[in-house]
């Protein structure tokens, strides 16, 4: 059963390869491209990113980010992030480091108002909330390539949950897929 909650809404915005890998075995991203290199690539970010105040990403996403993929600047500026780690390290304006549980920490979120909540990555966090029914839109861009092995999106043991395909948009080989959850009695 759904709790009720403000007009704020959990979205998973991600990339995943045509075989279902959010990350290569290496844990890597550099697959992330569309099927020519040198076309440029839709800008749907800033679209997505007007909507949100809150973004959620566990260790393994934040230490990637800062890193390899923005280490000269946090990415996320103007943004609160929550960090989800065991590490201890010291709070910066903008991002809190935390052991919360995912699911426990989404649905504190959800009480206070604000803006839509971002679910990053990985998949240590995407997994539980998917399986708690907490992400209420699935935004997912489907790269234009097969990894074979790697960190899977969905991890096939949770539970069915029926969604509602609300828009498509493909651009350079990437399919871009936005769902919503589909409202108990509706559609089958």
């Not at 099927?35 to 800008?43: K, L, P, R, W």
């Not at 990637?64 to 709070?91: D, F, M, N």
């Not at 790697?150 to 080989?173: A, M, W």
Request: hydrophobic content about 35%.
């Amino acid at each position: 059963m759904r709790l009720s909650r403000k007009m704020r809404n959990v979205t998973l915005f991600i990339a995943m390869s045509l075989d279902g890998y959010i990350a290569d075995k290496d844990g890597g991203v550099g697959w992330l491209f569309g099927q020519n290199v040198q076309e440029e690539t839709e800008d749907v970010y800033s679209d997505f990113i007007k909507d949100v105040d809150t973004v959620i990403m566990g260790w393994n996403t934040y230490h990637q980010v800062t890193t390899e993929l923005s280490p000269e600047e946090w990415a996320y500026k103007g943004l609160k992030s929550y960090i989800i780690t065991h590490r201890e390290l010291p709070p910066e304006s903008d991002r809190i480091f935390t052991e919360k549980n995912p699911c426990d920490l989404v649905r504190e979120l959800l009480q206070h108002p604000g803006r839509d909540i971002w679910i990053c990555g990985g998949a240590g966090i995407i997994q539980p909330l998917v399986e708690a029914d907490l992400i209420d839109k699935y935004y997912i861009s489907v790269i234009p390539v097969i990894l074979g092995s790697g960190l899977r999106l969905f991890g096939g043991d949770g539970k069915e949950i029926p969604l509602r395909l609300v828009r498509t948009k493909s651009y350079n080989g990437i399919t871009d897929l936005v769902y919503i959850r589909r409202q108990e009695g509706m559609e089958k």
